[in-house]
């Protein structure tokens, strides 16, 4: 049972990085999986909570939770853990999402080498050529340039094809 001390200092932690609207999300969230009404998830839980939280956690991430939490000698999540444990996701997240930006931006920039009249396209023969030179493989260069889904004049909107080389 954490001290009053320790509990405060764990409310102050998750409340300078949860929302209230999340906290209550987190909190009917852990109620669902509470099945016993102990005040306690298992660990094995914790995927399915990620899911109804709607996160798409990868089974790794999932799996590096609950090695961190087993190497503590815990088995289950009290409520303040897992209000603690949603807040280091949330950071994860935002870090993740900071990275996907800055892979976004370099690669925009990137291809904006190309487009000298600032269009938002490039033409997918001057790409083919650039990413040839660059030692990327032909097959790998007709997929991407497929993906880019060349207009009539053979020009490939790079913005959009950025945002969908990132994100998938």
Do not use: W
């Not at 097959?139 to 991407?144: G, R, V």
């Amino acid at each position: 049972i954490p001290t009053l001390s320790a509990t405060f200092t764990l409310q102050r932690c998750m409340t300078d990085t949860l929302t209230q609207p999340q906290i209550v999300e987190y909190s009917e969230a852990f109620s669902m999986l509470d099945e016993e009404g102990e005040g306690f998830i298992p660990l094995e839980k914790l995927g399915d909570a990620l899911q109804l939280l709607g996160q798409e956690p990868t089974q790794t991430y999932v799996e590096q939770l609950k090695d961190k939490k087993r190497e503590e000698g815990e088995t289950k999540l009290d409520y303040f853990e897992f209000l603690n444990l949603m807040a280091s996701n949330c950071t994860h997240s935002q870090k993740m999402a900071e990275r996907q930006q800055n892979r976004i931006k370099i690669l925009k920039d990137a291809f904006k080498a190309f487009d000298e009249d600032d269009t938002g396209y490039v033409a997918a023969e001057d790409l083919r050529t650039a990413l040839g030179n660059s030692g990327m493989n032909k097959t790998d260069i007709d997929s991407l340039i497929e993906t880019g889904q060349a207009d009539d004049k053979g020009r490939i909107h790079y913005k959009s094809l950025v945002i969908n080389m990132v994100t998938g």
